[in-house]
């Protein structure tokens, strides 16, 4: 059973940088797709940043410049590097894990963690 669990969320003035975690167990870590969503008040959970096995990167247009996602995959951790944080990146973060096995996919979701951004 895969396992998720965010850290590093927190208050920050908006300028700031924020660094968020994310530590998986249970998983063949290096071969599965990561992502970061993020779900403010009020609204759907969006994506924000994905990572693959071979460590591409997309990111949302809100963010790209701002935020960095990488991979460890010896200590099966994903992070996010959150840089010149806005009011509008107020969310609670979701770390993703991505995996597909005989054609089925499967996600993975730890229990999120709030970045909260004050003007």
């Known amino acids: 059973q895969v396992q998720l669990v965010e850290s590093g969320g927190g208050l920050v003035q908006a300028g700031g940088s924020l660094t968020l975690s994310c530590t998986a167990s249970g998983s063949t870590f290096s071969i599965n797709a990561l992502a970061w969503y993020r779900q403010a008040p009020g609204k759907q959970r969006e994506l924000v940043a994905t990572?693959?096995?071979?460590?591409?990167?997309n990111y949302a247009d809100s963010v790209k410049g701002r935020f960095t996602i990488s991979r460890d995959n010896a200590k099966k951790i994903v992070y996010l590097q959150m840089n010149s944080l806005e009011r509008e990146d107020t969310a609670v973060y979701y770390c993703?894990?991505?995996?597909?096995?005989?054609?089925?996919?499967?996600?993975?979701w730890g229990q999120g963690t709030q970045v909260t951004v004050s003007s």
């Open positions: 990572i693959d096995s071979g460590a591409r990167t």
């Open positions: 993703n894990l991505h995996k597909v096995v005989f054609g089925v996919p499967y996600d993975y």
